[in-house]
């Protein structure tokens, strides 16, 4: 059954979606960029709505000055508060539950990496993180690697280039962009996020999406070392897996991380650490 809610989050009235299911497990899932709890092509609609026949109820919200709810839009990394309030109506609607973990696509999931704690989380789902910050309309440098590893690794692309039909000016400003392999300010900020709270997460990756290439170039690095179990990866290019055949690999996916974080109990750190 699906439920529509309100609740408030520091003066403001946001609004909400409760897909219940009868078990003891919900997610509370958490949206990129500016995209409300709908999500794009109704994406999370339709996931809360597959994974709520399964057993899991899952709540969807507008953060503040998003969609239906009120207020200004403090960002991903101000969303503290917003994904807190959250958590506790899912608490209030659903006292049943024994487990909630965060579900969140893009900025959605650096958000909980950074801030799930705060929600009182035992657990995250990251889906095509985003782990470094790029100019506007520009890839990460990992997801250019691939692109030209991949059009060289071809026969086509060997084509093209002994046939100079390859842009060389272009090529050459790819490659000289695609030379940074430091691990990014962001992905460091969520590694010693992730250090500090220990909740066990899962990783799903977009394998043709260049936000999903960065993060896993990056999630690959010592410093997230230990932090996440094996990424999952789905065949598609599609950041929000709006290609035939991805919803149902998606749903499938998130219903086996979710069982996988089931099995992994949340670290519980001394007190004073």
């Known amino acids: 059954m699906r439920r529509l809610l309100t609740f408030a989050c520091e003066g403001e009235t946001l609004g909400a979606a409760l897909d219940e299911g009868g078990g003891d497990r919900g997610l509370l899932m958490v949206t990129g960029g500016s995209q409300t709890r709908i999500g794009s ?3 999370y609609e339709r996931l809360a709505m597959y994974l709520a026949e399964r057993g899991i109820s899952c709540l969807r919200f507008d953060r503040r ?8 839009d403090p960002g991903y990394r101000s969303s503290g508060p917003d994904l807190t309030a959250a958590a506790d109506l899912l608490r209030r609607e659903r006292p049943g539950l024994t487990r909630i973990d965060g579900f969140g696509l893009c900025d959605g999931a650096t958000a909980i990496a950074l801030l799930g704690d705060q929600a009182g989380l035992d657990g995250l789902i990251l889906v095509n993180p985003w782990l470094v910050e790029t100019a506007s309309g520009e890839p990460a ?3 250019i690697r691939q692109h030209y590893r991949d059009r060289l690794l071809s026969l086509d692309g060997w084509k093209r280039l002994v046939s100079g039909g390859v842009n060389y000016r ?3 400003k790819g490659i000289l962009k695609s030379g940074s392999r430091a691990p990014s300010t962001l992905a460091q900020e969520v590694a010693a996020a992730m250090a500090r709270h220990r909740l066990p997460a899962e990783l799903l990756l977009a394998t043709g999406d260049a936000t999903a290439i960065a993060a896993d170039v990056e999630m690959r690095s010592p410093i997230f070392r230990g932090l996440a179990g094996k990424a999952q990866k789905l065949d598609t290019d ?3 897996f709006a290609r035939p055949g991805d919803e149902g ?6 219903l086996e991380a979710v069982r996988r974080l089931d099995a992994r109990p949340a670290v519980k ?3 004073g650490s």
């Open 238 to 240: 599609s950041h929000t």
């Open 170 to 172: 272009k090529l050459f």
């Open 141 to 143: 440098p990992a997801a």
């Open 269 to 271: 750190l001394p007190e």
């Open 249 to 254: 690999r998606l749903s499938e996916a998130v």
């Open 65 to 72: 000055g998003v969609g239906d709810s009120s207020g200004d």
């Open 41 to 43: 092509h109704r994406m």
